[in-house]
């Protein structure tokens, strides 16, 4: 379904959260990614216009999706990529993130793409360099470009998110990605609910724009797109719940759970996942299934958000030169 955002001129050279973005804004990079997605389709995936410029994935935390995904993203519209990683770098012996950024930006860098677990660390390197700055993920904050191909993918297959209803279930307090799918989807008009036990539910959740229940099964039957997040042992420090086996018989979306689903449910969930814990493989091999299209969608999406951001710092400066 073709889709097109009024006319307004993008002037953003970074991107660091999706609550600070317009509907109209999100839309746009939307939009923008849907005119790349097709690159992909290609015998030569290979558009010009981040030639000549060095893209650093900057990444502090452990990534496959993410990364890799970038990596093809800025490779496919022309640029060059550098990967950086923690382990790899002088991080390891005390430099600290901006030493780090200043380093990489006077080697001539154009854009960061930078994953880090101090929430706001995006929007600090953005304060301290000139280079454009694309959060992948930052502490529990926000992580927009995956909430961007999260929407692009519903609205892919629905054609709009006005009026859709949404669980997103599981690990909501430590998870970046359910925050950037609440603004984004909530934003383009969705109903969004977060599902859990209280022990994984952000402290105020009464604040943000969304429900909250405590059982999925209450919720299943009602809502037509189900995003279902990993539990991040990694990040948790302690006992959420009883047992595995008790939390994947309460909040794991299992093949007897799904007959109670709508029969066009999306089932979504942004990776890795644990299977046989927040769902069963059969579900996430399934004809409801859309995760491998959501890998696929975050190439154009990331795609987007390159050349989006690349293109306001470019205006940015041509409007320096003429005062």
Not at 3 to 12: G, I, L, Q, R, S
Not at 42 to 51: E, M, S
Not at 157 to 169: E, P, Q, T
């Amino acid at each position: 379904m073709a889709h097109k955002t009024k006319e307004f001129k993008w002037e953003k050279k970074h991107l660091l959260g999706l609550r600070e973005l317009s509907p109209d804004e999100i839309s746009y990079i939307l939009d923008t990614a849907a005119g790349f997605e097709q690159i992909s389709a290609r015998a030569v995936k290979k558009t010009p216009p981040l030639r000549g410029k060095l893209v650093v994935n900057l990444f502090f935390e452990d990534s496959t999706r993410t990364r890799n995904s970038f990596a093809l993203a800025a490779s496919r519209l022309s640029a060059d990529v550098v990967e950086f990683t923690k382990n790899d770098s002088s991080v390891s012996k005390g430099e600290t993130l901006l030493d780090t950024a200043r380093n990489l930006e006077a080697m001539g860098i154009d854009i960061v793409v930078i994953r880090h677990g101090a929430g706001g660390a995006p929007k600090l390197l953005s304060k301290y360099i000139n280079a454009c700055v694309v959060n992948a993920g930052d502490g529990y904050c926000e992580h927009p470009t995956q909430g961007l191909l999260d929407v692009y993918t519903i609205r892919k297959l629905r054609g709009s998110l006005k009026g859709l209803k949404i669980a997103i279930v599981g690990d909501i307090t430590h998870s970046r990605v359910a925050r950037s799918d609440m603004w984004a989807m909530t934003k383009l008009g969705a109903k969004v609910t977060f599902v859990g036990p209280p022990t994984l539910l952000p402290p105020n959740v009464e604040q943000l724009p969304v429900k909250v229940s405590y059982s999925l099964d209450d919720v299943i039957e009602k809502v037509d797109v189900i995003n279902m997040l990993r539990i991040q042992f990694e990040r948790i420090g302690g006992n959420p719940f009883p047992s595995v086996r008790e939390y994947s018989h309460y909040f794991g979306l299992t093949g007897e759970r799904m007959k109670k689903a709508k029969p066009d449910i999306l089932v979504m969930h942004p990776g890795p996942i644990n299977r046989g814990l927040e769902i069963e493989s059969e579900v996430a091999d399934g004809r409801n299934s859309v995760i491998l299209q959501q890998v696929s969608n975050g190439i154009a999406v990331r795609m987007a958000v390159l050349f989006l951001v690349n293109q306001a710092a470019a205006q940015q400066v041509k409007q320096i030169k003429e005062t």
